[in-house]
């Protein structure tokens, strides 16, 4: 069976601070994989998506950028975070287009101070 | 406008209640939808699919979609408090598309 892990579950950073958030996805081989953050009360944002090994697609210019190095692990970065950074970041995996719907990772809580 | 509009809540039913969850949208492209649930502190999960307009059944739980009203309801029949948590519809055009549009999740409480 398929499972999909994230972490850390809770991070507290500085401002101005790096971030890595690592995905991984077993048991299937060349998902799509999907980064989103969720702000209380605003739904799911979607802020990248990637459709094999080195390819990104960007949803919404900002401080972030995220890279697939191997087939089922996907990475979420910052070189400098901002308060505005803060949220609840959730890594998904689709099966090509996902019109079956995605499967997410148990998600990331990140407070930027 | 949003694509899809939900009902934010929060919504608090009795044990044993019936509950309908609605999301309307505007695009009418849209031929695949879902619902998820999400606990507090959690991932979403996947609850169910449907593909154009029609009702699914599975358990407790009636997805209905009405294409020509753009109108998508989820039915939770004999409500349990784990049904507790927040719901969210999302949707797709289908084809090459790669992304879903969700809704903005409806908080729903089941009281003991």
């Known amino acids: 069976s398929q499972t999909i892990h994230q972490w850390p579950a809770t991070l507290v950073q500085p401002v101005g601070s790096p971030l890595s958030l690592e995905c991984t996805v077993e048991g299937t081989s060349n998902p799509n994989l999907y980064w989103y953050r969720q702000a209380a009360g605003r739904g799911l944002q979607l802020l990248f998506y990637s459709v094999g090994i080195g390819q990104i697609s960007s949803e919404v210019p900002q401080n972030l950028s995220a890279s697939r190095p191997q087939d089922r692990q996907f990475i979420l970065s910052s070189k400098k975070l901002l308060l505005s950074d803060s949220g609840f970041y959730l890594c998904?995996?689709?099966?090509?287009?996902?019109?079956?719907?995605?499967?997410f990772g148990s998600g990331t809580r990140l407070t930027v101070v | 406008q949003k694509e899809v509009e939900q009902d934010p809540g929060p919504l608090s039913v009795p044990e044993g209640a019936i509950v309908s969850l609605n999301c309307t949208y505007s695009n009418s492209a849209f031929q695949y939808f879902m619902w998820y649930r999400q606990y507090s502190r959690k991932g979403p999960e996947l609850l169910m699919y449907t593909y154009s307009s029609g009702n699914k059944e599975d358990g407790r739980f009636t997805a209905q979609v009405d294409k020509s009203s753009k109108y998508i309801s989820l039915f939770i029949r004999d409500s349990q408090p784990s049904d507790s948590a927040t719901y969210l519809c999302?949707?797709?055009?289908?084809?090459?598309?790669?992304?879903?549009?969700f809704g903005s999740g409806t908080q729903l409480t089941v009281l003991p």
């Open positions: 999302a949707m797709t055009i289908g084809g090459s598309a790669r992304q879903l549009t």
């Open positions: 998904a995996w689709s099966r090509d287009s996902g019109l079956r719907g995605y499967t």
